[in-house]
C-alpha cells in the first residue's frame, strides 16, 4: 500500500484514497452487487457486506474489531450471513470482536462510539452495501479524531458522487 500523505493537494477530479482488498470470497449467498472492502489510510478497514473469506484476511492483516452496522430495513439481514452467524464466526472461529448496531435515529452517538474504537484498535467498519452507513462513520472520524477537512475525508471513503443525496442526508451531515 502507497503511503498517503495528508498534506497532498485537493485534486479537481476527486478519487478516493484507498487500496482494494484483494478477496477470493466464497459466498453462501449471491449478492447482487457486494461491495469489496477498502483499506484506508489509517489501516482500518470499510466496506459492504463481508463474507467468512474477508473476515479471515481482516484478522490475518492484524484486525481487531468487526462492527455491523443495520438500519431499520428488512433487507438488514441480507448478505453472506446474518447477525447471528457472522457474530458466531466473527467471535468463536476468528477470536475477534464483533459488534453490532442499529444506527436509525442514533447516528451522532453511533459515530463518537465507533470513532474511539477506530482510535484504539484495528476495525472493520461494514454496512450492508459499503456505501452509506459504514462510509459516513470512518468519515466522520477522519475529520474529527485526523483533522481531515470534510472533503478529503468523503473522497478518503468514497462517498464524493453520493454525499448530496437526500435520501442519505441522515449520515451524510456527518461529512460535512
Known amino acids: 500500500m502507497a503511503i498517503y ?3 497532498e493537494p485537493i485534486e479537481a477530479e476527486p478519487q478516493p484514497i484507498i487500496q482494494q482488498a484483494s478477496f477470493t470470497a466464497t459466498a453462501t449467498k449471491t449478492l447482487s452487487s457486494p461491495e469489496s472492502a477498502k483499506v484506508m489510510p489509517t489501516g482500518d478497514w470499510l466496506g459492504g457486506t463481508q463474507c ?25 439481514e441480507a448478505g453472506c450471513m446474518s447477525v447471528a452467524e457472522e457474530r458466531l464466526f466473527v467471535e468463536d472461529s476468528l477470536g475477534l470482536i464483533f459488534i453490532y448496531s442499529n444506527i436509525e435515529g442514533r447516528v451522532e452517538s453511533m459515530a463518537i462510539e465507533i470513532g474511539q474504537q477506530l482510535h484504539d484498535h484495528k476495525v472493520l467498519v461494514h454496512c450492508r452495501n459499503g456505501r452509506h452507513r459504514a462510509p459516513s462513520m470512518m468519515g466522520w ?7 481531515y ?21 441522515k449520515y451524510f451531515w456527518l461529512l460535512k
Open 141 to 147: 472520524y477522519l475529520i474529527n479524531y485526523l483533522n
Open 52 to 76: 467468512r473469506e474477508d473476515l479471515r484476511q481482516f484478522k490475518e492483516s492484524g484486525g481487531e474489531v468487526v462492527w455491523r452496522l443495520n438500519g431499520n430495513s428488512p433487507a438488514r
Open 149 to 169: 477537512d470534510p472533503e478529503k475525508a468523503q473522497r478518503t471513503v468514497g462517498v464524493w458522487d453520493i454525499i448530496n443525496s437526500p435520501q442519505y442526508a
Open 5 to 7: 500523505d495528508p498534506s
